[in-house]
């Protein structure tokens, strides 16, 4: 290669060489320049907020016990004798008056004829004694016997009477115990097993036949504690709620399958003392049963009419949250900033939570959305309305007659 070919070459690769430096230059003074502009920020989360909920409200304080008879008998036989029939089947409803065993009656047959036929001679005896008597006060006023023949008379037809009274007595107790050879139900409800099969001998008050409990009305008894007991006191004080001594508080039961407090009754008694080794204060409920389907013995959970009438704020329980032992919740205010509230919360009413301290009537509660709510972040706050999850579910204030312990509810008033 001559040297102008060397030449042209070599320039050749040095405007390349130029070229590819103008290059890297001006890619390098772009990227700069996007460097330079910031992306824009993103905007505040959204977030749904509402006024809470306000109600009138009672509370409900709940209880567990029992079912109970109000009448529970031993059924036994008044007289002794072989069992001759039965006249039940086991486990059958029952009424009152009705034949359930018979014992053999014919010995009692015999024993009141028996007495019947003294009675009949007593009669006899009186009615002579009589004849007798009318007969020596005629002779004593004609003085044809002697003073001491006629009281003798007379103490014969006394005597006589008496006989009389004695032998209708062992008539009537033979009739009696005739009759007590059906043994009748006593009352009327649920009978149980036959304890004695026919053809055994029953003796008189002791052998237990059966046993039968009536069911409608039924009582629920349960245990209450002191703290409940004084705070009952308290609000009868003050006029807030009348004590169940005196008046027939509401109650309402649910069976271990049950989710809803569908029984009701009422309030029948409360006890004179207090149990001092538990604390507690035993008390009874009456609760209709027209259906017979509430067993003696069967457990549930009782809710009693625990306070007067007050004013409430309610809203859903996934507005709270918990910080430590703390219940937050968390509200927007003016310029969209949030800020928390520490509440105290109650009850459900309705599938809404009771808000007893900590919130406003006006605040706006961040009810969708709280995981995005932080305290004093910026939010796009959207209005919405509370709807409770389950209306009507609890009953209301107006629901009491007559109107105004472990977990307490609360029931609204329209």
């Known amino acids: 290669m001559d040297a102008g070919a060397s030449a042209r070459a070599a ?3 040095s405007n390349s060489s130029a070229r590819l430096i103008l290059l890297l230059v001006c890619g390098l003074a772009t990227g700069l320049a996007a460097c330079a502009k910031k992306p824009p920020p993103p905007p505040p989360p959204t977030v749904y907020v509402a006024t809470p909920l306000q109600r009138k409200l009672v509370d409900w304080d709940d209880y567990v016990g029992r079912f109970v008879a ?5 059924v036994r036989p008044r007289v002794s004798g072989y069992l001759q029939s039965i006249g039940f089947k086991d486990g059958q409803i029952v009424h009152k ?13 015999a024993a009141l004829v028996q007495a019947e036929g003294a009675e009949a001679h007593a009669a006899s005896s009186l009615a002579d004694a009589k004849v007798e008597l009318a007969r020596a006060v ?9 003073e001491q023949e006629y009281q003798t008379r007379l103490a014969t037809e006394q005597q006589a009477e008496g006989d009389l009274t004695a032998a209708r007595g062992n008539v009537q107790t ?12 006593p009352l009327n409800g649920r009978i149980s097993d036959r304890r004695v099969s026919a053809g055994n001998l029953v003796v008189q008050d002791q052998t237990i036949l059966t046993n039968i409990t009536d069911l409608d009305p039924i009582w629920f008894t349960f245990d209450a504690a002191e703290s409940f007991a004084l705070k009952y006191e308290n609000e009868a004080l003050s006029g807030q709620r009348p004590l169940s001594r005196t008046a027939a508080n509401p109650v309402e039961i649910r069976l271990q399958d049950q989710s809803n407090y569908v029984i009701r009754g009422h309030m029948d008694f409360v006890d004179n003392q207090e ?5 507690t204060i035993r008390a009874r409920a009456e609760v209709p049963n027209p259906n017979l389907a509430l067993t003696p013995g069967l457990f ?9 009438t007050y004013d409430g704020l309610l809203i859903p329980d996934n507005a709270i949250t918990t910080e430590q ?12 900033k949030v800020a928390q509230r520490k509440v105290t919360t109650g009850p459900l009413v309705d599938g809404l939570r009771v808000v007893r301290s900590g919130l406003a009537a006006s605040d706006q509660v961040v009810v969708g959305g709280v995981e995005r709510a932080r305290p004093g972040a910026e939010v796009t706050a959207k209005p919405t309305k509370i709807t409770p999850p389950n209306p009507g579910a609890s009953p209301t204030p107006a629901d009491l007659a007559p109107p105004s312990a472990s977990a307490t509810f609360a029931t609204t008033n329209p």
Do not use: E, M
């Open 325 to 336: 032992s703390d219940q937050i919740v968390y509200v927007v205010g003016a310029g969209g």
């Open 275 to 279: 149990d001092p080794n538990s604390g």
């Open 97 to 109: 008056g009705q034949v359930l065993f018979v014992i053999d009656p014919r010995p009692y047959q």
């Open 300 to 308: 549930g959970h009782l809710r009693l009419l625990g306070s007067g």
């Open 70 to 74: 109000v009448n529970s008998v031993d």
């Open 174 to 185: 033979a009739a009696l115990n005739l009759g007590f050879t059906k043994v009748i139900s």
């Open 138 to 146: 005629r002779l004593l006023a004609d003085k044809a016997i002697s």
């Open 11 to 13: 320039g050749r690769r």
